[in-house]
């Protein structure tokens, strides 16, 4: 029902001052009146709802009939209606008029030529009245917050840009950092010379100085190389494009620097793209992204190449081979888990329930 309009019109059309809430009240009331009892006099609510619309006018917009109609040209039957012709429509606009001026004589005659019953005329009159109440107090109330919250999207960062960002903090924190250290420690401990003598026991060696930065790079890749190595392994595939140019069959490797070391430097940083897709697909299977048909193919070819070497390097290798490659087995294990988030967003995706007839994205939301 149009109540908005009779809101706009009185607080827009006529003065302020003047459109009080109890004109306002009277002409929702009027109109709900007509609803209320057209289904015993004319057959249908809408067109009664419409006349006693049009009526309601006069006394909002303080103008006289023939005006307002020359501006909302109505069909014949409502004209006629509204000039009081005697037809049902018009007894109905009569006996509500009387009800509001508490006219109850006029009201009698009308209900009798109406074959109207006394108690349900009350009835539908105190039911507009109450209803009007109730839209006067809906329309003035400030606006509330969406009901249903659990649509709206919540703030968060997306897992495309964390897991990069924390593979890079870990890189930072392992290489740069920790070389840096050992580098610094070295240079306050040569005291200047242009060499300087490590040891332990009967093994000793002499590093100069221009080779601080590298012997302490290879020293902690000693050291911390193969938890990088199995967190950072899809990294390889940069160390096989950079070498298939160059060195290939062998892999390529900076002068003066460990493969350890190397790949302690290097990885990290040539995983960056796997970490973040590994992020779409967290993204996807917790909903926050719509899912791509072709990324989820990547992902799960990705998933079970992975699960395919994992064991294929179980047979392959001996006991103490795998004894001795503990990263390899980890690395491989991790990703496999990782890229496994593509095939369980599909699974997801495929046996997600529907929306039953009439039920919205909202009401699964919620449910």
């Known amino acids: 029902m149009p109540t908005a309009v009779f809101w706009d019109i009185s607080s827009c059309s006529a003065p302020a001052a003047r459109t009080t809430p109890s004109r306002r009240r009277l002409a929702l009331s009027r109109t709900r009146s007509g609803e209320l009892l057209a289904p015993a ?106 009901r249903y919250t659990a649509c709206v999207p919540k703030p968060r960062i997306s897992f495309p840009v964390l897991l990069p960002l924390l593979s890079l903090t870990l890189w930072l924190v392992l290489v740069p ?106 993204d996807t299977l917790l909903g926050w992204r719509r899912p791509r048909w072709w990324t989820l193919l990547a992902g799960s070819l990705l998933s079970t190449g992975f699960l395919i070497l994992l064991f294929g390097i179980r047979f392959v290798e001996s006991a103490q081979e795998r004894a001795s490659d503990t990263w390899i087995w980890f690395g491989l294990a991790l990703w496999t888990l990782l890229f496994a988030t593509f095939p369980a967003a599909w699974l997801r995706r495929t046996f997600a329930r529907k929306p039953a007839p009439g039920e919205t994205p909202a009401d699964l939301a919620v449910s």
Request: glycine residues 8%.
């Open 177 to 282: 950092t920790q070389t840096g250290y050992v580098y610094f420690r070295l240079v306050q401990l040569s005291h200047g010379s242009t060499q300087m003598e490590l040891g332990s026991g009967d093994f000793t060696i002499f590093v100069p100085r221009n080779r601080f930065l590298v012997w302490s790079l290879n020293g902690i890749a000693m050291r911390e190389a193969p938890l990088i190595e199995a967190i950072d392994i899809p990294g390889t595939l940069g160390d096989i494009l950079i070498s298939l140019p160059t060195t290939w069959p062998d892999t390529w490797c900076p002068a003066n620097l460990s493969f350890d070391a190397w790949r302690f430097l290097s990885w990290p940083l040539f995983c960056l793209p796997a970490w973040w897709f590994v992020g779409r697909g967290l």
């Open 41 to 146: 006099l004319t057959g249908g609510p809408a067109p009664m709802y419409l006349l006693s619309t049009v009526s309601a006018l006069e006394s909002l917009l303080e103008a006289p009939m023939h005006r307002i109609l020359e501006s909302l040209p109505p069909r014949a039957e409502m004209k006629s209606a509204l000039a009081g012709d005697g037809s049902p429509a018009a007894g109905t606009l009569e006996l509500v008029r009387s009800l509001e001026a508490c006219d109850w004589n006029e009201c009698q005659q009308i209900q009798r030529r109406l074959g109207l019953c006394e108690n349900a005329i009350a009835a539908n009159y105190v039911e507009s009245l109450r209803w009007a109440s109730t839209m006067i107090k809906a329309l003035a109330a400030p606006q509330k917050a969406p």
